[in-house]
């Protein structure tokens, strides 16, 4: 390898570092017990739940959403293909669980930041 391939994999490897440290310290900072699961149905808000209490959440008899030791995850839908139901459980800030068929989605999201980001009209 030349002198140039060297530095350009260096500084691949350096970048790569830092983006990790970042994803790192942001995880870091995420506080479980002030987290809440938003639960949205056609785009309408469902409920907001928060993530450190276990409860079983009933979607319109659709699809039912378990809370349960700080995990979120889809325990029952009645679309065909059941991605939702076979997708891993959600836990950290921005993770979300989207069900096309019966147009449901959950998320978790730290309570602070769950203010409005802007308005559509």
Not at 33 to 43: D, F, M, Q, R, S
Not at 44 to 73: A, M, P, W
Not at 86 to 102: A, D, F, T, Y
Not at 111 to 121: K, M
Request: aromatic letters at 4%; proline letters at 2%.
């Amino acid at each position: 390898m030349k002198r140039n391939d060297w530095i350009l994999a260096a500084a691949v490897i350096v970048l790569s570092v830092l983006i990790f440290c970042v994803q790192l310290m942001l995880n870091l900072s995420f506080d479980k017990e002030a987290a809440v699961v938003l639960i949205t149905v056609n785009g309408d808000h469902f409920g907001t739940y928060k993530l450190n209490e276990d409860q079983t959440v009933d979607i319109s008899g659709t699809n039912t959403v378990v809370i349960e030791e700080g995990e979120v995850y889809m325990k029952e839908a009645d679309c065909p293909d059941q991605i939702c139901v076979h997708h891993r459980e959600i836990s950290r800030n921005g993770e979300s669980i989207i069900c096309l068929p019966n147009q449901v989605a959950v998320s978790v999201q730290n309570s602070a930041d769950s203010s409005l980001d802007g308005v559509v009209r």
